[in-house]
């Protein structure tokens, strides 16, 4: 890590948000923050987040695609997955689980990049569900990305770049795997133009980091007409950007 980055990791955040992230995960909705004169995030808001990451890696873009939609600045560590900075004991304070991402808000870290957009919703409210219901319906899609999207694409991906090797029997097994779960987007994209709801929420967001990448894993989406519409409206959300566009290379610090 750069000595610039090292610092910046370890600046104290201007404000202490112990206290906001306890009120978080009792799931009552944050008190709106203050909005700078400009209407964008304040100077205090500008520091507040800080993704440690990788720009190749899916989770990655799925949080910083997150905080791009929010409009809201971060700051951004690399962490060289190939000289294996994530297994280091710094990181690791960090990340327990030895990956990225993970995303420094104020004085917490957090990681799983469905759990941050879960928090993150929470916290800027934007992207989150609107009844409690619609939020078990969120929550419900972000386990299933994991569980059967997000597994066989990556494998598949990982396998075209030459990260991952196995035999031709394992990568048909992925394929149709990632085909089924393609055919489950399609089918529910039929009831609404979003996965939850009328307005994109973070169900939306994470499924979309991840069918990102699908061209890579040798899935052509077109085949799935309705998908393929929901991509596009979803590309036209305001503040979109590709993974090349919002991931940096180097760490950035703002
Ligand atoms: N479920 C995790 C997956 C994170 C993940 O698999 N990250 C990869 C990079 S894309 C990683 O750090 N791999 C190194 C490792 O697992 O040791 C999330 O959503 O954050």
Sequence with gaps: MAKTARKAAKRPAAKPVAKRTARVSARSKPAPRPKSPGNGPSAVDKQRFTLHGFALSGPTYTVALML???KHPFSYIHVNLREGAHKQPDYLVKNRFGQVP???DGQIFLCQSAAILEHLSTALGKFDAKTPLERQR???WL???WDKLAGPIFRLRGRARGLRQFGDETRVMYDSEARAAL???EHELAKSDWL?????TIAD???YAVLRY???AGLDITAWPRLAGWKKRFEALPGFGTPEQILPLESRLI
Aim: net charge positive; charged share 25%; glycine share 8%.
């Design 196 to 200: 939850v709801g009328r307005k994109p």
């Design 205 to 207: 967001i994470d499924v």
């Design 183 to 185: 055919n489950v987007l």
């Design 68 to 70: 791009a939609l929010c």
């Design 138 to 140: 969120v929550r419900e």
């Design 214 to 216: 699908a061209g890579e």
């Design 102 to 104: 993970c995303l420094r």
């Design 143 to 145: 386990f299933w990305t």
